[in-house]
């Protein structure tokens, strides 16, 4: 069993209510294979919800208390971040799951590089908030980009 990102399996739970709809990771869903979680509405985020970034850091910094999660409106949402990891990380050990694909760049589930915390689209090295403390318990983490498309 693998843990997906929900808006790769078409979910609606993207920040602006749309989805990253991927073939192959619905199929996975289908037939069976893949349990989705959306970190950031397990959080207790809306959707649609102002998008957001991690500013000054990345995960594992977020998880070290050292850097914000902030939304385009300057709010911090470092708590709900950090609520939605943890409740994937119960939702990945309830199933007994080791392995996880999720969405490229994103604060919460990006894996390798995610967006600077200055929202022009800049990207610099490091995980996501929920791919950092998967990884981190010992999940293998790759994303969309990884796997095929169909
Ligand atoms: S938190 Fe993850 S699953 Fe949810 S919309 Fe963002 S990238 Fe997709």
Redesign the pocket.
């Known amino acids: 069993m693998i843990l997906v990102?929900?808006?790769?399996a078409g979910?609606d739970?993207?920040?602006n209510g749309k989805?990253?709809y991927n073939g192959y990771i619905e199929k996975l869903v289908r037939e069976g294979k893949a349990i989705?979680?959306?970190?950031?509405?397990m959080g207790g985020l809306p959707?649609p919800r102002d998008s957001c970034e991690i500013a000054c850091g990345a995960g594992g910094d977020v998880l070290a208390g050292k850097a914000k999660v902030i939304d385009s409106k300057g709010q911090n949402q470092t708590e709900k971040f950090l609520k939605?990891a943890r409740e994937t990380l119960k939702v990945a050990r309830l199933y007994n799951i080791k392995k996880a694909i999720?969405?490229s760049k994103?604060?919460?589930?990006?894996f390798g590089r995610i967006y600077d915390g200055t929202f022009s689209g800049k990207l610099i090295e490091g995980n996501?908030v929920?791919a950092e403390l998967l990884s981190g318990n010992g999940f293998e983490v790759m994303t969309e980009e990884d796997i095929p498309k169909k």
């Open positions: 990102s929900a808006c790769l979910l739970s993207k920040y989805n990253n989705m979680i959306c970190p950031e509405q959707t939605g999720l969405k994103s604060p919460s589930c990006g996501g929920t």
